[in-house]
């Protein structure tokens, strides 16, 4: 269901005092029959009458309330940290809105994600469980890059949101994976604007058909989690509308979700919830979005300056918010007219929401269903990075020494508001013990044993938004270590990353190994190989790491990013074959942090020393700073490609248990210039049945233009060895267009464009080209962003 919101309030209220008036009922009975009397008044009110338009109820609903309540109503009912959020109707929901009982305007219902929805799953003087399901993470549901996957997800999401009561459902996160530190990465999908925004628009879809509201997330350049609330990010316009907006664009453009939330940075230094020129001019004004905006919780510093900007919705509401907003009211430095503005947006989602439909919620979600589901997407998500001498798939009923503590206690997601409270996590040993392989139980007993110990010597966390540091590394003998070798037929390895909100990472033992983790891999090797047995390892993660170091010493490489609670399960039916991996890097893998663009300036410079912390619930602490995006528009692959540095692994790579091969590539011509559409056929060319997700690049001319860029990706049915399935992708002017700061439009500049069709960024298989005589404005833009302070970018010239 989508939100129509084709008229302005102001023109509603025009028609309104022609037409929208009171209808009186012919008598009582038929009344009854034919509304609910929200207000209590006997009467058929404009906004009671589901008949009439949107806009006329939305007009006549605002002209109804006092200034107070419009004020209540543009902000949340407010925080509370032990019960994580301010919903009484569902514990554990990140907040609500107020209601207005007079008028029959309820409390909407807003739940944290993106991995599943955020609920308490214990209620006071309830027996009952209320548990969610944990699927994989943005970053994995990427890698499958299968679009009808995102949807099927978001559908059992959505369904878990309405059947608790819920009306928004705080998720997807859409953020660039700008730099492989970034705390929440695993929240975000890609490097690449074009497939986050395509993964995005497809999960809210299926969120969406449900009859709730998706709220894409966190608008914009929202990179880090260092001093999140005092970041100012500076970023050139052509990057941001390139790179950093482009995501939003295409998702706003493929699904006009019910919401956007804002971020906490400022951006050029403005808040973004504070930035009129974002939020009013491009959201609303270019893009043509329909829905409500609403904050990150407790973002900006100026409520009044929030509303002026068409940031719709403060979150989570705060005392001082609303007087901050009655002062500029009544002062003249805003508009009431401004907070009507924004209601509209709200009252448009409101009466669309099962809560205001008295929708007659359950409370009991198919949470088994739901568990097929995210084992099929965690397992669609893996990505094999590494398989000499087909070492996997391991068949029949071998014995499998498992390694690492991650093997035991696998991590589902990250932590924060993006973690899920699931009934279940199905760890490796627990997915390969449902396969045909066998765990060693001796080496199982001894973890299990180390990590309980170790787990007990823990301090209770601080709050549900703590990372605890993982725990220390069980480090078996050699002599342990030797008798495993002698005893099994293969060594698994897994090595494990978490991290969540308000800190992120740093290089030293998280990015690279620690020497705990190098060591064990060298043991292992070494004793297995001297016994002719391979060794495998998995990365039980979510987000990047180093690899090149250690990667020679494995036999295999597996990726299963954080899979959710099927993740065990999951990567088991990679492991033994029962499913054919097709994932697909969403994000690339450096040979060192080193070689990143932004390793010099992530995650920012303190411009002051002085500790600021959040005035409302102290959780958030950090310093004024700011991020020179001084990458450009060469972020991730882009900067590999221009400045000629070799990634570990590169985007889009993945390998398979099969082989396919690319057909030659045809370009069909459109009707107008700069149209076209590219087909390729791709048969399955070894002895198993697989997927394929091949991807288009296209290289452009000009200068300072990106090698390639990409502009399409699909994925294949299962194909059977020898069977062969044709895709076709439809190009458009945009999609061949580069900003054009100067011109202040979407350019497609005169000239060969050398389209790319390949398995991986770095291994392209099959070529094309099309040619422009003339360039072709694609789409011009009427506003100008706020500058940059000056940048030194990156140049290829």
């Known amino acids: 269901m989508k939100i129509n919101l084709k008229k302005t309030v102001l023109a509603c209220a025009i028609a309104a005092l022609a037409g929208c008036a009171n209808e009186q009922p012919a008598d009582a009975a038929s009344t009854t029959a034919a509304f609910r009397d929200l207000n209590g008044n006997g009467q058929k009110d404009v906004y009671e009458n589901a008949s009439l338009p949107v806009e006329q109820r939305v007009a006549d609903l605002i002209s109804r309330l006092t200034l107070d309540q419009k004020i209540k109503l543009v902000t949340g009912t407010g925080f509370r940290v032990d019960n994580i959020g301010g919903s009484e109707k569902v514990p554990g929901a990140a907040g609500s809105t107020f209601a207005i009982d007079e008028l029959g305007i309820p409390a909407l219902v807003l739940a944290d994600g993106p991995a599943g929805v955020r609920i308490s799953p214990e209620r006071e003087g309830d027996e009952n469980k209320y548990y969610a399901t944990a699927f994989p993470i943005a970053t994995l549901l990427a890698s499958s890059w299968d679009k009808e996957l995102l949807n099927a997800v978001g559908t059992a999401m959505g369904e878990e949101v309405k059947e608790y009561g819920i009306d928004l459902f705080l998720a997807p996160g859409m953020n660039i994976h700008y730099n492989p530190l970034g705390g929440r990465n695993f929240e975000y999908y890609s490097e690449d604007p074009f497939l986050s925004g395509n993964m995005a628009a497809s999960i809210v879809n299926g969120i969406e058909s449900n009859g709730v509201g998706a709220t894409i997330k966190h608008f914009v350049a929202n990179s880090g989690e260092t001093s999140r609330m005092w970041m100012d990010s500076h970023v050139n316009e052509r990057a941001l509308r390139e790179i950093y907006l482009r995501g939003f664009e295409i998702a706003v453009e493929q699904a006009q979700p019910w919401a956007i939330m804002t971020s906490y940075n400022k951006l050029n230094g403005v808040y973004t919830s504070q930035d009129e020129k974002l939020l009013t001019d491009i959201l609303r004004g270019e893009w043509g979005f329909e829905g409500l905006v609403m904050t990150d919780w407790f973002a900006g510093d100026n409520a009044a300056a929030q509303m002026q900007a068409g940031n719709d919705l403060i979150m989570p509401g705060m005392p001082d918010q609303r007087e901050n907003i009655k002062q500029a009211v009544e002062s003249g430095k805003l508009e009431e007219a401004v907070l009507d503005r924004n209601l509209s947006k709200i009252f448009t ?78 760890s490796l040993v627990d997915g390969l013990a449902n396969s045909s392989l066998k765990v060693d139980a001796a080496l199982q007993a001894d973890y299990e044993a180390f990590m309980k110990a170790e787990d007990a010597k823990r301090p209770p966390k601080k709050n549900f938004f703590e990372l605890q540091p993982p725990l220390p590394e069980y480090t ?41 983790e190098q060591d064990l891999i060298n043991r292992v090797s070494a004793a297995f190989h001297a016994k002719g047995k391979q060794v495998v390892v998995a990365l039980n993660i979510g987000n990047v790491i180093e690899t090149a170091s250690w990667r020679d010493k494995a036999d295999a490489i597996v990726l299963p990013w954080q899979g959710g609670q099927e993740a065990g399960n999951a990567l088991a039916d990679v492991l033994t074959g029962k499913v054919n991996p097709s994932g697909k890097l969403a994000t690339t893998f450096p040979v060192k942090y080193a070689d990143l663009a932004s390793a010099s300036t992530f995650p920012g410079s303190p411009t002051s020393e002085e500790d600021v912390k959040d005035p409302y619930i102290g959780l958030f602490v950090g310093k004024e700073s700011q991020l020179d995006y001084n990458d450009g528009i060469y972020v991730g692959y882009r900067y590999y490609d221009a400045f000629n540095v070799k990634p570990a692994y590169a985007f889009g790579y993945g390998l398979s248990y099969t082989g396919f091969d690319y057909g030659d590539a045809t370009v069909k011509a459109g009707k107008n210039a700069g149209e076209f559409t590219v087909s390729v056929t791709i048969t399955n060319s070894g002895k198993v049945a697989g997927k394929e997700a091949v991807q288009l690049y296209i290289s452009a001319p000009g200068s300072e233009k990106p090698v390639k860029e990409l502009k399409g990706f699909e994925k294949t049915n299962e194909l059977a060895p020898g069977q062969s399935q044709t895709l076709e992708f439809a190009i458009t002017p945009k999609l061949l267009a580069s900003f054009n700061e100067a011109q202040r439009a979407w350019v497609a500049d005169a000239g060969e464009y050398n389209i790319h069709v390949g398995a991986a960024s770095d291994n392209i298989q099959s070529g094309a080209s099309y040619s422009l005589d003339s360039p072709v404005v694609a789409e011009k833009v009427s506003v100008a962003m706020n500058p940059a302070p000056r940048l030194r970018e990156l140049s290829v010239q």
Do not use: C
Not at 494 to 508: A, H, K, L, P, Y
């Open 349 to 426: 989602v409101m009466l669309s929401s099962p809560t205001f439909n008295e929708y007659e919620y359950s409370n009991k979600p198919d949470l088994k269903a739901h568990a097929e589901v995210a084992r099929r997407a965690a397992a669609e998500g893996v990505i094999l990075l590494k398989n000499e001498q087909a070492t996997l798939p391991l068949t029949g009923a071998q014995n499998v020494a498992a390694f690492g503590n991650t093997s035991y206690a696998f991590i589902a997601g990250g932590t924060g508001s993006g973690d899920v409270n699931e009934a279940y996590t199905v």
């Open 476 to 516: 078996p003998s050699d002599a342990q270590i030797a008798s495993m070798a002698e005893s099994n037929d293969v060594a698994l390895i897994t090595i494990g990353r978490n991290s969540g909100e308000f800190q992120d990472r740093i290089v030293d033992n998280d990015f690279d190994l620690n020497a705990t």
